[in-house]
């Protein structure tokens, strides 16, 4: 599998996802991937040059900010996140939020809108990065007294944002709240369907199969998430996930392809998410 992917990476990957395939696979440097990561830093702190492939154009935008800021954290450096923390205080609002995408020149996925509006997904996708870094800035100080308040008021969401809660909670300081907001976000996913435990069925608004499965909610089994679902649950999800690599060595991924240019540069993404899953959890050496 690992071998595969390998030549998948190698002959289909940006530079940045062969640096980071080197670096978890192959005992390659990580300050070569953070180096990478930096290319796509703009003057402003932020990041943009479509980090994130559904936002194309050089101006930053949150969820490219947010691409750039898991990866460093991944190889463990931080010293660029204070200025991104700048720059995300340059366009929150005063509850402490940002909102999912900036009108800025360049095309963009047409689920990509810009709007004023406080967003909970990014802002919490945001966040659990940053303190997975340990950082503290006061900007991340009024985004997690946000993002706290609105997960707790959460009666209904769809899958992404539930999954940005997750990753928020798996990351934030205060454990036992996390455990407490865990457990009811947990029970809300059950009640409204929105986990994929072998039907393929779509939430509203997403395209057909684009669903959100328990190793995605619970990337690693010390996640938070992992609690929503039994062994056999996610024992069948990885064995879906295993089953799922494409011929080519490749994964694939189950979202609108708007350009084409973004499945080549998602494919190599999404293919090592699923290695990194499937390693987790004892599957791949």
């Not at 909670?169 to 947990?186: F, Q, S, T």
């Not at 619970?218 to 690599?245: C, M």
Request: with cysteine; glycine share 8%; proline share 7%.
């Amino acid at each position: 599998m690992i071998e595969a992917a390998r030549s998948f990476i190698r002959l289909n990957a940006r530079v940045l996802e062969q640096r980071r395939f080197l670096h978890l696979f192959e005992g390659g440097s990580g300050d070569a991937v953070a180096t990478a990561v930096l290319a796509y830093r703009n003057d402003d702190g932020g990041f943009g040059h479509a980090l994130e492939p559904d936002g194309r154009g050089p101006d930053s935008q949150p969820l490219h900010t947010y691409t750039a800021l898991s990866l460093l954290a991944e190889v463990g450096w931080t010293e660029h996140a204070h200025p991104a923390c700048d720059f995300l205080a340059t366009i929150a609002n005063p509850d402490g939020a940002v909102p999912n995408c900036l009108d800025t020149p360049g095309a963009r996925a047409p689920w990509w809108q810009p709007s004023g509006e406080s967003d909970l997904l990014v802002t919490a996708l945001l966040a659990s990065a940053l303190h997975r870094m340990g950082v503290e800035h006061p900007w991340l100080d009024g985004a997690t007294e946000f993002c706290w308040r609105r997960i707790a008021g959460l009666t209904t969401s769809h899958p992404y944002e539930v999954n940005a809660c997750a990753r928020f909670l798996d990351h934030v300081p205060d454990r036992p709240r996390a455990e407490r907001e865990a457990e009811r976000l947990g029970a809300l996913v059950r009640e409204q369907g929105l986990v994929d435990l072998g039907d393929g069925r779509a939430h509203e608004g997403y395209a057909a199969g684009e669903t959100h499965k328990p190793h995605q909610y619970a990337p690693t089994p010390d996640s938070l998430a992992r609690r929503w679902f039994s062994d056999e649950e996610i024992g069948a999800d990885l064995d879906a996930v295993a089953a799922a690599q494409q011929d080519d060595g490749g994964w694939t991924f189950p979202w609108a392809a708007w350009t084409p240019v973004t499945t080549y540069e998602w494919r190599p993404i999404v293919t090592i998410e699923a290695l990194l899953a499937l390693r987790a959890y004892d599957r791949i050496s």
